[in-house]
């Protein structure tokens, strides 16, 4: 695999086929990936949600200017900020570093309370645009993985976020909508496909100190 051959050939695909699915295989190995991205402190501040059942597709579609994506791709990908960070996440991510990594949990009581001291700084926006991120790096990994196994993607931000928590159930889960991700395959009619990608040039975009 080339990756830059791969990233070249990905798009923000406008039309999937809705014949096309991603098998369980395609699936489990995008979401592995994506669990695998990384993040500050690797605290993970959001959840995921795959949204596969169409009654619900149907719902978020009204909600998001009817964009084809969000119901003719194979799987739709809600990621959902964590809305409020308490101390009891930093302490379950700490029992889980010392469980994973046998170590004795007193021996991260410096690391967790950094944590605990950086989230206690933070007030309810900065807090919202920080777990917020997090996210969006998530995003950018399931991108990537996605067109590493050929599979097509559309990130998408045309959507009315308060109304998707409310279609699924978030606020009662402490989550909030963040970005969304339609994930499959492109359709042969999608012109998009054959467009030459425009970007920055080197020079221009990278600038060395």
């Not at 096309?20 to 190995?29: G, T």
């Not at 994506?69 to 308490?86: C, G, P």
């Not at 777990?131 to 969006?136: L, R």
């Not at 359709?187 to 600038?207: N, S, Y």
Request: hydrophobic residues 40%; glycine residues 6%.
């Amino acid at each position: 695999m080339d990756i830059l051959e791969k990233l070249t050939w990905r798009y923000a695909t406008k039309k999937f086929d809705p014949a096309k699915k991603l098998d369980e295989r395609q699936l489990d190995r995008i979401l592995r990936a994506t669990r695998l991205s990384a993040s500050s402190y690797g605290l993970q501040p959001y959840r995921i949600i795959v949204i596969e059942d169409p009654a619900v597709r149907e719902k978020l579609k009204a909600v998001s200017y009817n964009q084809s994506q969000i119901t003719d791709a194979s799987h739709l990908i809600v990621f959902a900020r964590h809305d409020q960070l308490s101390p009891e996440h930093v302490e379950r991510y700490v029992e889980n570093i010392a469980s994973t990594r046998r170590l004795e949990r007193s021996q991260l009581t410096g690391f967790e309370n950094v944590m605990k001291g950086t989230l206690n700084s933070l007030d309810e926006e900065r807090a919202a645009n920080w777990t917020g991120k997090q996210a969006y790096l998530a995003l950018g990994t399931l991108l990537t993985a996605c067109a590493a196994d050929g599979i097509d993607t559309c990130p998408m931000e045309g959507f009315d976020a308060a109304a998707y928590d409310g279609i699924l159930g978030l606020k009662e889960k402490n989550l909030r909508t963040v970005v969304i991700a339609a994930v499959g395959f492109r359709a042969a009619e999608d012109g998009m496909q054959h467009a030459e990608k425009v970007r920055t040039p080197l020079e221009d975009f990278v600038e060395t100190v």
